[in-house]
């Protein structure tokens, strides 16, 4: 099993423009979300999913879309990057919901916005 | 007042110190507590789970849950250099949407030989 995956692993963008952060699991997860860490802030939620076109909100959401068409992706797009949008991002799943088994989380993006 | 709150640290250490790290909440729901290591440049990876109260160890590493207290310690013993990284504190409960770990900031660990 590859696990996580997420693509680009670093991306420099100009403000204003747009792009999709991109995550896929193979272990069949439902439920997946996106963080982002910013120093001296921890892990903070984007947006999640538990399950193929079910999405909610997390702490943090404005600026992002997600979808969810299919149980392995769940791409994240920032729709006008700001430079506040400058961060690293990373992709989890997690077992099937009720159980509160592990997160497996991705590598990460580390995306640049000036 | 974060819900969960971890003191960032850096905490430094020679090599072969027991270490001790924490983490306090507030929210009296949480039932499972998890204990998540991060080095620089990678995705946090689970170290310990545990749920409810009481004590779990797995080789060196030692967690601890006081939920009267509302306070979760995870304890290294012979810390090594490997160890130095950022550990992270998650707890979550159970039902509903309360399955969504919240996480604490995290800190920074630092073994030096």
């Known amino acids: 099993n590859a696990g996580v995956t997420q693509t680009p692993k670093f991306q420099v963008l100009k403000t204003g423009q747009s792009m999709t952060l991109q995550c896929a699991q193979d272990?069949?997860?439902?439920?997946m979300s996106w963080y982002r860490q910013d120093p001296g802030m921890g892990l903070r939620l984007i947006h999640y999913?538990?399950?193929?076109?079910?999405?909610d909100q997390g702490e943090v959401p404005n600026g992002y879309n997600v979808s969810r068409s299919t149980t392995e992706d769940f791409p994240l797009r920032l729709l006008s990057a700001a430079p506040s949008q400058t961060s690293v991002y990373f992709c989890?799943?997690?077992?099937?919901?009720?159980?509160?088994?592990?997160?497996?989380f991705g590598p990460g993006t580390r995306l640049t916005v000036t | 007042q974060k819900e969960v709150e971890q003191d960032p640290g850096p905490l430094s250490v020679p090599e072969g110190a027991i270490v001790s790290l924490n983490c306090t909440y507030s929210?009296?729901?949480?039932?499972?507590f998890m204990w998540y290591r991060q080095y620089s440049r990678k995705g946090p990876e689970l170290l310990m789970y545990t749920y409810s109260s009481g004590n779990k160890e797995d080789g060196r590493f030692t967690a601890q849950v006081d939920k009267s207290s509302k306070y979760i310690s995870l304890f290294i013993r012979d810390s090594q250099p490997s160890d130095s990284a950022t550990y992270l504190c998650?707890?979550?409960?159970?039902?509903?949407?309360?399955?969504?770990?919240?996480f604490g900031r995290g800190t920074s660990l630092i073994v030096h030989p």
């Open positions: 998650a707890m979550s409960g159970q039902g509903g949407g309360s399955y969504i770990p919240t």
């Open positions: 272990m069949n997860h439902e439920y």
């Open positions: 989890a799943s997690k077992k099937p919901l009720g159980s509160n088994y592990e997160q497996y």
């Open positions: 929210n009296s729901a949480f039932q499972y």
């Open positions: 999913s538990v399950g193929a076109g079910i999405t």
